[in-house]
C-alpha cells in the first residue's frame, strides 16, 4: 500500500525484510533530501533507529513459551487418551484437561504477546524518531522534522477473529529555511522601491536677500535753471551745458 503524506514537502520511508523475524528502515537515500541533509547523515540516522528495534529476543522467547505449552499440552492429551485403558478414568481425563489447558494457555499467551510486542516495539520506534528528528529541527537552514506513520489494514477473518496488517514509515518533512522564497510567486514583477532623495526641498519663503530693505536713496537731482539740464556734479559753479553760474550755497 503507497502512502501519500498530506504535506507535499514528505518524503517517506518503509521498512524492508532481512531475515525470518527481523524487519527495518530502508537506508536507501531518497533524492527529494538532496540539500537538506547528507547521505552520511541520513543513513547514520536510520542506522540509530533500527539499533533500537532490532532486538529479536522477545519474539524468540513469545515462540518459544508458545511452542512448549502447544506440544506440550499435544503430547498430554494423546497420552491421556491412549492410556485410559490402562488408568483410572479421573487420572487420564485429568491428563486431558492439563494437556488442552497447555494448549489454551499457548494460543492466548501468543495473542498478548504479539500484541505487547507491537505495542512495545511502536514506542521505542516513536522515541528513536523522535531522538533523531530533533538533531535536524533546531537547524536554521534545511531544517526537517521526523516522524513515525502506522497504517492498519484488515487482511481478513481467521476463526471468527479479524486479522490486522501493520505498516511502519518515516514521514520527513522538510521545512523551507525562510517565507520570502513562498511568497516570491505571489509577485513576480515586484514595483521597485522609489529612492530616498536627500536633496533640500525648496523652502516657498524668499531668501534673506529679497527681503532686505531697499539702499537709501541717494541726493536728490539738481537741473540747471537756464536750460534745464541735470547737473551731474553739485559742486560746481557753472553749468557744463550753458555755462549759466550758479549761486553758491
Not at 511502536?122 to 524518531?129: D, L, P, S
Amino acid at each position: 500500500m503507497i502512502i501519500v503524506p498530506r504535506n507535499p514537502n514528505s518524503v517517506q520511508v518503509g521498512m524492508v525484510r532481512i531475515g525470518c523475524l527481523k524487519t527495518q528502515f530502508s537506508s536507501a537515500f531518497p533524492a527529494r533530501l538532496n540539500g537538506v541533509i547528507s547521505q552520511n547523515e541520513f543513513r547514520e540516522s536510520i542506522g540509530n533507529i533500527n539499533k533500537n528495534i532490532s532486538s529479536r529476543m522477545p519474539k524468540i522467547i513469545c515462540l518459544v513459551v508458545f511452542l512448549i505449552c502447544l506440544i506440550g499440552g499435544f503430547v498430554l492429551v494423546i497420552a491421556g487418551g491412549t492410556t485410559s485403558r490402562t488408568l483410572r478414568g479421573s487420572q487420564s481425563v485429568i491428563i486431558i484437561a492439563v494437556g488442552a489447558g497447555a494448549m489454551g494457555f499457548a494460543s492466548i499467551f501468543f495473542t498478548i504477546g504479539c500484541c505487547v510486542i507491537r505495542l512495545r516495539r511502536t514506542a521505542k520506534m516513536r522515541q528513536a524518531i523522535a531522538v533523531e528528528s530533533l538533531k535536524y529541527s533546531r537547524r536554521s537552514t534545511g531544517a526537517c522534522s521526523w516522524r513515525l506513520h502506522v497504517t492498519t489494514i484488515w487482511v481478513g477473518q481467521y476463526r471468527g477473529r479479524s486479522r490486522y496488517r501493520y505498516i511502519y514509515h518515516i514521514i520527513i518533512d522538510i521545512r523551507h529555511p525562510t517565507a520570502s522564497n513562498t511568497n516570491a510567486g505571489l509577485h513576480p514583477n515586484p514595483v521597485p522601491a522609489r529612492p530616498i532623495s536627500t536633496a533640500r526641498p525648496k523652502s516657498t519663503v524668499q531668501s534673506q536677500d529679497t527681503l532686505a530693505p531697499p539702499p537709501y536713496p541717494g541726493p536728490p537731482a539738481a537741473f540747471c535753471s537756464q536750460c534745464g539740464v541735470p547737473r551731474p556734479n553739485l559742486t560746481a559753479n557753472f553749468c557744463s551745458s550753458c555755462g549759466h553760474q550758479f549761486d553758491k550755497y
